[in-house]
């Protein structure tokens, strides 16, 4: 539920049609902002809002911009830049070894098992899938924007670009709780 509330201002953002992007840039910033709100007076640690934080920070300025400068040609590298300001967060989250979704994952996990490598480990991967999902939608969404192509492939990879690593994320947190799972009942049986 955390991917979907940090990620729900993006989406909005990349579906909302490109003639209209000042305002999705708007609505995406109000989300953004409801959401670090709603987080910080859950008293949620800013480890798990790290997506929020750089949303936040990307949102205002491309309002600002938007509104400033409406008619701007950058208007249509925005998916492209969108999803490489996320690969940007997801690679230095990664680089300073505390990839986004390690904070996430506290949320819902006892803290038993937070400096376990498995668990650590598990969350680098799932990052990682984030970040090079990331940086192709907006290596695509880059090309297509210099070609001059239809909004409907930018729209589309840039939707593929959430749901894909989600389906990961689900799966693969799958996979490594059933992997804990066998490794606990090995130990156990010693």
């Given amino acids: 539920m955390s991917y979907l509330l940090a990620f729900a201002p993006w989406i909005v953002y990349a579906v909302v049609p490109s003639a209209q992007w000042k305002w999705a840039a708007l609505t995406a910033l109000v989300l953004t902002g409801a959401t670090l709100v709603a987080g910080f007076a859950r008293h949620r640690p800013a480890a798990s809002l790290i997506i929020e934080l750089g949303s936040v920070v990307f949102f205002a300025a491309t309002t600002a911009f938007a509104f400033a400068v409406p008619d701007s040609g950058l208007r249509a590298y925005m998916p492209a830049i969108s999803s490489l300001w996320l690969a940007l967060i997801s690679w230095f989250s990664l680089a300073i070894r505390q990839p986004f979704t390690l904070g996430i994952a506290k949320l819902s996990q ?21 970040a090079v999902a990331f940086t192709l939608s907006g290596a695509i969404n880059l090309t297509c924007a210099a070609a001059g192509a239809g909004t409907t492939i930018v729209v589309i990879v840039h939707i593929a670009s959430f749901v894909l690593p989600m389906l990961f994320t689900v799966r693969y947190v799958a996979v490594a709780q059933a992997r804990a799972a066998r490794l606990q009942a090995a130990a156990a049986e010693r």
């Fill in 110 to 130: 006892p803290r038993e098992v937070w400096d376990k490598p498995l668990f650590i480990r598990t969350n680098v991967i799932i990052t990682l899938a984030w």
